[in-house]
């Protein structure tokens, strides 16, 4: 029954995803790019990215610029008190080489909770990265990830 149950859930998972892009695929009002197209980068071309704030989508309390220790055991405490059952993820990475990679951003979103945006190069960040491994570990919880392949 538990193969049963969980093929199920897959099959409702998917079905709620490809109603989503449905919904959104005609909406480029929804898009979050015109925020950002909005930003000189012209004028922050020698800033340290991190403490630059980010632009204003207008509805800030359902995201969060995780961009010190501080913020990452927050963001911790948020998803696990939120109990997700689906947790999405994309990295964000600067290749140097074929062999070598340094991840650069973490982006973290849920079925429950606000959305996260976590500069693991800010000061202390990438330190507190690893209390999300419990989160990733968790069995009950459906992980998904842009572009995972082996």
């Not at 029954?1 to 998972?13: L, P, S």
């Amino acid at each position: 029954d538990n193969m049963n149950d969980t093929h199920i859930f897959v099959q409702e998972a998917t079905k709620r995803g490809k109603e989503t892009i449905e919904r959104l695929i005609d909406q480029p009002g929804l898009c979050l790019r015109d925020a950002h197209d909005g930003i000189d980068f012209e004028q922050i071309v020698n800033e340290d990215l991190s403490t630059v704030d980010p632009p204003t989508l207008g509805y800030d309390d359902t995201w969060m610029l995780v961009n010190t220790a501080d913020k990452m055991r927050q963001c911790v405490v948020e998803l696990r008190d939120a109990q997700p059952s689906e947790i999405g993820f994309d990295l964000e990475m600067y290749n140097k080489s074929k062999y070598m990679q340094i991840t650069c951003l973490l982006q973290l979103t849920s079925d429950v909770g606000k959305d996260y945006v976590i500069d693991v190069l800010a000061s202390g960040v990438w330190d507190c990265v690893s209390l999300l491994a419990p989160l990733f570990a968790d069995a009950s919880i459906c992980k998904i990830g842009h572009a995972i392949g082996g």
